[in-house]
């Protein structure tokens, strides 16, 4: 049943849409910070916004019934990594201020959701080893830029804990990295 409804076109369309809004939001959310970045850091300092983009191109080949695995791992394991990682930053950030905006909890579910949703699909992509491999590369890349730059997403309150956040998101990088392999390239292995 669930399985009828992810690949339902009007839920996909529905999805690619709301995808789509969240991206275009999350660009504009980070519009100030892409402002003061050097270019050379560009693409890779939008975090969530460019792993829902990602995501958002995965939905709209879905669409059409077609495939684009590169693409897949990217929205897999960036979806993931950065959909818990704001979770947690939000948490921490209730933790350390002892309050949470509104915008705060609207971030905790938005997110939340994105590692959901790329997980959801897992049986439906077209990943194999080499993909995986790219889209490792790209994350780690992206953890370099951010923790030995200083290119990371601005949480003021949790600035004194960045050496902790960055050994926290290599780790999760890696989390999300391996969960991607287990759910599309070992089950394809398992079965030859």
Known sequence: MIKYLLLDKW???LLFIINLL?????FFWYRYQLFD??????LFVPDSPTASLFFTIVLLFFLFKKNAPY?????MITLF???IWAVVMNLLTLIVEGSLGGIGYMLMFSHGAMAIQGLLYAPFYAIKLRHIVLAAIWTL???????????????????????EIGYFTFWLSMLSIGIAYVLTVKPKNSMT
Request: aromatic share 20%.
């Open 37 to 42: 970045t050097p270019d050379i850091f560009l």
């Open 22 to 26: 969240g991206t275009v939001y999350g």
């Open 11 to 13: 839920f996909l369309f």
């Open 81 to 83: 990594k950065y959909g």
């Open 141 to 163: 890349h992206n953890d370099v830029i951010d923790y030995v730059f200083g290119q990371m997403p601005v949480y003021s309150s949790l600035t004194e804990y960045m050496d």
């Open 71 to 75: 693409i897949e791992a990217l929205a």
